[in-house]
């Protein structure tokens, strides 16, 4: 008699409702589960895009009611009691924390000592000194860490002192299909919206603007290119609250070094892939270490020629051939890999053929094996 399937829950911690790139993993480990094996239920703790979506493929979703008690150390003890109430009404096997380390760490992780299941917790971001002697400890005793980037993994093992062969590498997956087929306009009619010329080169630059994402960047770049005359930039992503200043500053440095008129600000978009698709070149700039590099992975699906900053994921997506990278610290190197792709046609499409090629190892079919190998590995 086969057995029967585990019960994996899959928790997505996030509590503001805005659904982002954990959200979409955690949607297409859910979906894409070996059913025969494991059998996935999800917890939210708020409502969101992905409820009615995991609800019609049949995958059981909650949202967190648990209450919140006025007392800290009672909230705190209460805390864990109430989810290991949850794991034993629903009957779980496996609890996978979606977000980071620290997050679960002191509810949900001592709730699945408490219930003696397996707990997982992926690492979505990069982990940094500054935890208290208490959650270092509570961290090491995860059973697995699923680090979305060997940066992210060794970053795990310094800071927390977890058991190397209890962290791994499991890449974010990309489904590149999916991402083309979002598509929806053609590239010219984007390009004649915003007065790029069939000749002109268009680089394009998708994320919120916040420092960190490093807009500024490109900005200093695009004044330092030896011929602009045939390069556009578009900006594709909102500003953040508390960034107003910063992008007043894209602006007024734009301005001042003569290059406001071929760059564009367009705000939070949902045709993103529309603009990529448009693009000649695209960017990723970012002046702290990406925890893995979504963006990166999509423009490479896309066949674009893609420069990315030499730090953290990027370092570890973009291998010789497929990509350019460059130090984020030092803008003249950006605008040199601009002028030599602006340059030559042949070289960006070379550098696309690749690219498109290697975005396919980044596959949600990847991620959800990887997965699936941290299951089989705890459920022994």
């Not at 001042?256 to 990529?276: C, H, L, P, Q």
């Not at 990847?366 to 089989?376: C, F, H, K, N, R």
Request: proline share 5%.
């Amino acid at each position: 008699m086969a057995p029967q399937p585990r019960r994996v829950l899959l928790v997505e911690q996030n509590k503001d409702g805005t659904a982002g790139g954990s959200y979409q993993s955690l949607y297409d480990i859910a979906r894409s589960l070996d059913r025969s094996r494991y059998t996935p239920e999800v917890l939210f703790y708020s409502t969101n895009r992905f409820v009615d979506r995991l609800t019609d493929l049949g995958v059981p979703v909650h949202i967190w009611q648990g209450p919140v008690r006025s007392n800290r150390l009672a909230n705190a003890l209460g805390g864990v009691l109430d989810r290991v109430a949850v794991l034993r009404k629903l009957g779980v096997d496996i609890v996978h924390l979606n977000n980071a380390p620290a997050a679960g760490a002191d509810n949900w992780l001592p709730a699945a000592r408490i219930r003696r299941i397996p707990c997982i917790t992926h690492a979505r971001t990069v982990v940094r000194p500054g935890h208290t002697a208490i959650h270092r400890w509570l961290h090491r005793r995860y059973d697995l860490v699923l680090g979305d980037s060997r940066h992210v993994a060794e970053a795990v093992i310094a800071v927390t002192g977890i058991a190397r062969d209890r962290v791994r590498v499991v890449y974010e997956g990309v489904d590149a299909d999916a991402f083309r087929d979002s598509v929806r306009r053609p590239a010219a009619e984007v390009r004649q919206q915003f007065g790029v010329r069939p000749d002109d080169v268009l680089i394009v630059m998708a994320g919120h603007l916040r420092p960190w994402k490093g807009q500024h960047v490109l900005v200093d770049a695009l004044s330092r290119v030896t011929n602009r005359g045939h390069l556009k930039a578009i900006f594709v992503g909102g500003t953040p609250a508390g960034h107003t200043d910063y992008v007043e500053q894209l602006q007024a440095t734009a301005t001042a070094t003569g290059i406001a008129d071929i760059i564009s600000f367009v705000g939070e978009r949902n045709d993103v892939a529309d603009f990529m698709s448009a693009a000649d070149i695209v960017v990723h700039a970012s002046t702290d270490p990406e925890p893995f590099g979504i963006v990166v992975v999509e423009g490479m699906a896309l066949g674009k020629a893609v420069l990315a900053s030499a730090l953290g994921g990027p370092l570890e997506i973009i291998t010789p051939g497929t990509g350019l990278l460059f130090d984020p610290a030092h803008p003249e190197q950006l605008a040199a890999a601009i002028d030599r792709v602006a340059a030559d046609a042949n070289f960006r499409a070379e550098l696309g053929r690749a690219a498109r090629e290697r975005a396919d190892v980044f596959s949600v079919r990847a991620l959800v094996s990887g997965t699936e190998a941290a299951y089989d590995s705890v459920s022994q």
